[in-house]
Structures are given as structure tokens and as C-alpha cells.
């Protein structure tokens, strides 16, 4: 069983996402401003195409249960009605809303097993006295985890490359995918 934040509607449980259905059956595409936690066997959450934005993933070792967010922009005070809407459009709706959707699915009261990956925050657009979306959102990401006691133990984040990013339910074992790059784990 997945539950499902979809920027579109309110949280529910779903079996699989409107997106699920041209991908795969076995895989969760999460969009921007969007995330997701699953406890099902042989499921994968992904994330395609990051740019900027960043995925935070979140897995907890001793129940399986897997957690991705595809976040935006840093912080959403600028943007309240926006953040209010779209919760994990923001790292501070995302991070902390993932982190409870992911206990509340493993019945946990503590975050102790839980560890943190971070993909994506790249310099697509990057122009000179350009705002680095990025690297704001990697910052503003890592505090939030230090903040809520969430240890961050792996990160693939900034350069110039577009990346794409799954997680496996089963071992919680992060791929990355870049067009010309190949592909690797986290």
C-alpha cells in the first residue's frame, strides 16, 4: 500500500498514481511538489528529470518503508497561500510532511532508523547573478533533516547534469540516472 500526497487532491491511500499507469506497475512517478511512502514489496518511487528541484529520500532500515519528495523551491514564506496548497512544493512543507507520513507508516514514534539520501539541486539555468534554486534547496533541505534529527547519509547533489532518481521499497538502495552519464547508486 502507498499513500500518496498529490498536489491535486488531498492525501490519500492509492494503490497506484495516475502517473503509475504509463510507467509501470511496480512504480510511483512522484512530480514536482509531490510525494509519496510506500511499505509494498517490489515498489519503487521515482522522480525523473530533477533539475534544480530535490528529492529527498527517506527510508527507514528496520520496517522498509521508503519516502520520496520531489521539492521545488527552499522556503515557501514569500508564497503562503501557494505552501498551503502545495505542501511539498517547499522544503518546509515537504521535509517535515514526508518525515510523518513515513513514521506514521512504520509505526514508529521515533526517528532513529530512519537515514536520508538528497538528489538533484543542479545549476540548469545558471546564468551569471542568477538565484542558485539548487543549491538554496540543498542548504535549506539540509538544515531542515539536522533540524528534525534525521540523519542525511548519502548525497548526489549540484553540477550541470539533469538527474533521475528511484528508490526500492525492498532495500531502500537509491539509483541515479543522468542522459550521457550512465547511471549509479547512492
Not at 2 to 17: D, E, G, I, M, V
Not at 48 to 69: E, F, K
Not at 130 to 157: P, Q, S
Not at 158 to 167: E, H, K, Y
Amino acid at each position: 500500500m502507498q499513500t500518496h500526497y498529490n498536489k491535486h487532491a488531498p492525501l490519500h491511500t492509492t494503490t497506484h498514481s495516475s502517473a503509475d499507469q504509463s510507467y509501470a506497475p511496480n512504480v510511483s512517478v512522484i512530480e514536482v511538489g509531490d510525494m509519496a511512502v510506500s511499505y509494498d514489496a517490489g515498489h519503487q518511487l521515482k522522480s525523473i528529470d530533477l533539475g534544480s528541484n530535490v528529492a529527498v529520500l527517506l527510508y527507514d532500515t528496520s520496517n522498509n518503508v521508503a519516502g520520496l519528495a520531489r521539492i521545488a523551491l527552499p522556503g515557501s514564506s514569500p508564497n503562503t497561500n501557494h505552501a498551503k496548497s502545495h505542501p511539498a512544493f517547499f522544503v518546509n512543507g515537504a521535509v517535515p510532511g514526508l518525515l510523518g507520513m513515513l513514521i506514521e507508516h512504520s509505526k514508529r514514534r521515533c526517528t532513529t532508523d530512519i537515514v536520508a539520501k538528497i538528489v538533484g539541486g543542479a545549476h540548469i539555468l545558471l546564468s551569471k547573478g542568477a538565484f542558485d534554486v539548487g543549491k538554496r534547496n540543498v542548504i535549506a533541505i539540509k538544515t531542515m533533516l539536522e533540524r528534525l534529527g534525521i540523519a542525511l547519509c548519502a548525497e548526489d547533489v549540484g553540477g550541470n547534469i539533469n538527474r533521475t532518481v528511484s528508490i526500492c521499497v525492498d532495500t531502500g538502495k537509491v539509483h541515479v540516472s543522468s542522459p550521457g552519464h550512465g547511471s549509479w547508486e547512492v
